[in-house]
């Protein structure tokens, strides 16, 4: 068995103190990421207090991929009863499943403008490969993220199978921002 060198345990742990660094310096810290959806013809929007989203950044702060998980239980939608209801096993199943993520490793460039990330969003224990059309501002104010993606909320077991109280469709929204003092 062959034994590591000091030095090489050395540049080992620098280079993953630095990844970490340079993951910190992106995290995107303000703003808002939620939901809306339709029940019994009602619409209503839900948003998520609690969530990280780290682009991986390339040339000239474009993002090359994205790393993003939401605490579940951090949802509000203004009704304290829907939001407890949200968090049961028909819904989200909060106790089994307390994080929701999307990891994009492919970025291009959208055909309406703008760019769309490519990867796996994994809610409920399901994972489904998806494409996440957004915009992106870099510059000397900060780093700006927008966008939304529609989802059928039945790929992930969430609700009733049936749409006729309510509706599969689900749009995912966001607007985040890193302020320019935080890089």
């Known amino acids: 068995m062959k034994l590591i060198s000091r030095q090489t345990i050395a540049c080992l742990m ?30 209503f ?12 950044l390339g040339p000239e702060r474009l993002p090359t991929g994205f790393a993003v998980e939401i605490t579940m239980a951090a949802i509000a939608s203004g009704n304290v009863d829907r939001d407890a209801e949200m968090q049961l096993t028909e819904w989200f ?8 993520s ?26 489904r490969s998806i494409a996440v059309p ?13 966008g939304e993606v529609m989802l059928d909320r039945r790929w992930f077991g969430i609700g009733p199978m049936d749409d006729s109280s ?6 995912v929204f966001f607007n985040l921002a890193r302020g320019a003092d935080e890089h």
Do not use: N
Request: glycine share 12%.
């Open 14 to 43: 620098l280079s993953l103190s630095l990844g970490g660094e340079a993951e910190q310096a992106a995290r995107m810290t303000e703003g808002s990421f939620g939901f809306r959806a339709t029940v019994e013809g009602e619409q």
């Open 45 to 56: 929007e839900a948003t998520f207090s609690a969530f990280s989203v780290v682009p991986q």
């Open 93 to 100: 199943d909060i106790a089994a499943h307390p994080v929701a």
């Open 102 to 127: 999307f990891r994009a490793q492919e970025v291009g460039i959208a055909p309406q403008g703008g760019y769309v990330a490519r990867g796996e969003l994994l809610i409920k224990g399901v994972e």
């Open 134 to 146: 957004f915009s992106w501002q870099s510059g000397p104010r900060g780093l700006r993220m927008t």
């Open 166 to 171: 309510v509706a599969a469709e689900v749009t």
